[in-house]
């Protein structure tokens, strides 16, 4: 079969996609294999690809393409979330496009608009992955708001709600004025803004003195229940007992004392305004404060504030700046900058908000779920996060999952006449309850609960809720044969800003409805950003498409391009040469199977140069291979690439290849032949997790094509056997040899094709000598007694090796090179000495780090010793 010249990855990857779905490749059913399984993070539904989808699903894919080859019953599990918030402002923006507001449509006109979009645009992300070259079973694409899956979160709801864990009360929440919804703090976005800090006057009841504070909110004020000051705080002292006016509307309020003020922010006086600050609802709970909200959903003052009343917080904010210092009593403005929330979806400023809410108790529920990391059950890669981990499972708070959305699974909760209500799975369900309350109640005087659950309350039960939904509410069922096959899961892919909020949720989910966690690693991705640093967004404009990237570069050397910078936990810097880098790699192993498919084969005698190339690259591999499963053990996926790179590039191509190449014109015999495509098919084994495109395709053309029904990703891969390490210390001083003789070469300007003499004081082991013959261009090698006169030399270990060069060499230049290498050699052993006559160093350091410094010492006195016989066999 004819190779192409250039390797064209986008019509060899929709040709190898397209054959992979149609043979049923990435299926998994449950079987008497060991199973490997990995859940996708739901995207959105709303989403598209980005460069953190690319890294994220790429590390994936990797995981579960080796988990095949290693003979595992692989399966990967799509789908993605409904994203309550960020579909709902979509579904209402087309709507506004079309002259319909939301408030014009009913619940259900509105939720059909809202399947309308889904169906349209909410498959986009997961067809998008598919260029990638994700091999999910795309059998089991799940949907958060699959039928099956909503009535998990139901039943989750109900049987949480029954063991007393869910509850309904007042609470402080973040509040968008936009989408008119709490949020869940992972929703909320904090930046640092440059705002003001206004200094304002409180006058002191009964007396002809105020108490100056500053605030960054003066549009609240009129919220304000008391003044708080550090009790420690000598300058108020005098204040104990005693009340202030709130400026403009003149309200007494008391001054309270708590060591919660910081006494040298501001003036040491803080405004105590609970319905507006976490921190200040917390001393209002403390001091049995009145809470008076003066914002409304929309984010204007309401009738509470008295003065301004529908303007917008912002403007009212302008306009009560003015008031007060008309009225002077604003006494000072300074510049500030302040950590403001913006919500993620809308962009909005967050409104700490006092609102009625259902809420998850978390306090006993989520003790289970930092057991499971602390001890050692779930492994966090890297395992800096394990602290972070702890103190959010520490310091947890109760869950709000109630949200002011229609796109969602609703609450089931039923309101009575009377304000009371009952908590069913149907309204039937929900009257049978409510007539035990109320004989002759009738199933019209029910109305449900208008809000739906948080998004997160529907995927923590993703590991559970793909594979058997009847489970999640019910710890009693024994489960299905997927769930009992494929659960738990082994690998979690996600990136650390979601470890609380979704990872530490679905252990909790998982230990309450199986006993189990639900995963056994959570490998944590850094953040894609740009070579300067920065987050990729829109906004900044510097977020590549990744799908216009696949285009240029393919997607085995855009998969390449990330992994190879991207260490667990770590953030990646991206920049269009690291994909480059990758792209360049598939073309070196394309041309390197065309120089391979190009070699005439004979039946003639194998020449000894290829036989010891054979004996040492085997070796090689598998000291390699040893390394890149160790790699793999540890989850150093980048490590385990370079690893593999370096071992295609650097000792196949670069010393392999140029051994057993026959020069032009010339055959190649038929076992090197046959031994070299053996080797080159265990690389694209190796390779094949991380660039399945290329790998698949030339697997095929080794096979002639003779492969219906089968692939490379179905077979195994090479597990590392014995190696002679001494082989590959021998091979290694061969390499350093060629690389000093080819140098020697540049600076002499003499010719790679002029042949040259090889003397070697010390003991080479000559088993490769004609590796070495072939690779330098020698006509002899040949170990020696005693110093060669008038010759170039270099050290190689302890080996001293000489290459005549008759008049070829400049004496003085030769003698001029020496000692200026002598003195850089006499400068570095007068460093290292002075390490090892310090005693300090010497009884603190580790033995191996002053054993190191004893032999660089020693190798530099060898050194030493040589060059200065060289250079006086040159005077």
Known sequence: MEITTKYNPVEIENKLYAYWLDSGFFNSDPDNRQAYTIVIPPPNVTGILHMGHMLNNTIQDVLVRRARMLGKNACWVPGTDHASIATEAKVVAKLREQGISKDQLTRDEFLKHAWEWKEKHGGIILEQLKKLGASCDWRRTRFTMDDKLSEAVINTFIYLYNKGLIYRGVRMVNWDSVSKTAVSDEEVIHKDINSKLYYLSYPVVGENTSLTIATTRPETIM????????????????????????????????????????????????????????????????????????????????????????????????????????????????????????????????????????????????????????????????????????????????????????????????????????????????????????????????????????????????????????????????GNADLNYYYPTNDLVTAPEILFFWVARMIIAGHEFRGKAPFSNVYLTGIVRDKLGRKMSKQLGNSPDPLVLIEQYGADGVRVGMLLCSAAGNDILYDDSQVEQGRNFCNKIWNAFRLIKSWNVEQIPQPDYAAKAIE????????????????????????????????????????????????????????????????????????????????????????????????????????????????????????????????????????????????????????????????????????????????????????????????????????????????????????????????????????????????????????????????????
């Open 223 to 478: 919220a304000d229940v008391a003044v708080c000051i550090n009790p420690n705080d000598e300058r108020y002292a005098h204040m104990k007992g005693k009340k202030v006016y709130i400026p403009l509307i003149n309200k007494e309020i008391p001054i309270i004392f708590d060591e919660y003020v910081t006494m040298d922010f501001g003036t040491g006086c803080l405004k105590v305004t609970p319905a507006h600050d976490v921190n200040d609802y917390a001393l209002g709970v403390k001091y049995n404060l009145p809470v008076i909200d003066i914002i409304d959903n929309d984010g204007r003052l309401n009738a509470k504030a008295q003065i301004l009343v529908g303007e917008d917080r912002f403007d009212a904010r302008k306009k009560i700046v003015k008031m007060l210092d008309d009225a002077a009593l604003l006494v000072k403005t300074e510049d500030y900058k302040s950590s403001i929330g913006f919500s993620e979806r809308t962009d909005a400023v967050i409104e700490p908000k006092l609102s009625m809410q259902w809420f998850l108790k978390m306090d006993e529920i989520s003790k289970p779920a930092l057991d499971y990391v602390m001890n050692g059950e779930i492994k966090l890669i890297p395992d800096k996060f394990k602290n972070t981990y702890k103190h959010w499972m520490d310091n947890v708070h109760d869950w709000c999952i109630s949200r002011q959305l229609w796109w969602g699974q609703r609450i089931p909760a039923w309101y009575l006449p009377d304000g009371s209500f009952v908590v069913a799975k149907t309204i039937d369900e929900a009257l049978a309850l409510a007539q035990k309350k109320y004989n002759n109640i009738k199933i019209n005087e029910l109305r449900q609960d208008e809000d739906v659950v948080d998004t997160w309350f529907s995927s923590w039960l993703w590991p559970l809720s793909v594979f058997d939904p009847s489970v999640c509410g019910h710890p009693e069922n024994e």
């Open 616 to 875: 040492w690259f085997n070796a090689q591999f598998n000291k390699t291979l040893k390394e890149i499963y160790d790699n793999f053990d540890k989850y150093r996926i980048s490590e385990a690439l370079m690893t593999a790179y370096k071992l295609f590039w650097d000792d196949f191509c670069a010393y392999y290849l140029e051994i057993i190449k026959p020069a032009y014109g010339s055959p190649v015999d038929k076992y090197t032949q046959e031994a070299t495509l053996k080797i080159f098919e265990n690389l694209l084994k190796i390779l094949h997790p991380f660039m399945p495109f290329i790998t698949e395709e030339i697997w095929l053309i080794l096979n002639d094509n003779k492969t219906e029904g089968k692939t490379i990703m179905l077979t195994l891969q090479p597990k590392p056997q014995y190696f002679d390490a001494k082989i590959v210390d021998t091979f290694e001083q061969i390499k350093d040899i060629i690389i000093n003789i080819r140098a020697l070469r540049q600076n002499k300007n003499i010719s790679p094709k002029d042949s040259l003499e090889l003397f070697v004081k010390g003991n080479l082991d000559l088993s490769f000598s004609t590796v070495l013959t072939k690779l330098a261009n020698l006509s002899k090698v040949e170990n020696v007694e005693d110093s060669i006169e008038n010759a170039s030399s270099f050290l190689v270990r302890t080996n001293e090796y000489y290459i005549p060069l008759g008049n070829k060499i400049n004496i003085a230049e030769e003698i001029e090179k020496l000692q200026k290498e002598l003195e850089y050699t006499k400068g570095f052993l007068a460093s290292v000495s002075k390490k090892l006559s310090n005693e300090k160093f010497v009884n603190s350091a580790p033995a191996n780090v002053v054993d190191s410094e004893r032999k660089k010492q020693s190798d530099a006195e060898s050194k030493i010793k040589i060059l200065e016989d060289n250079i006086a066999r040159l005077q």
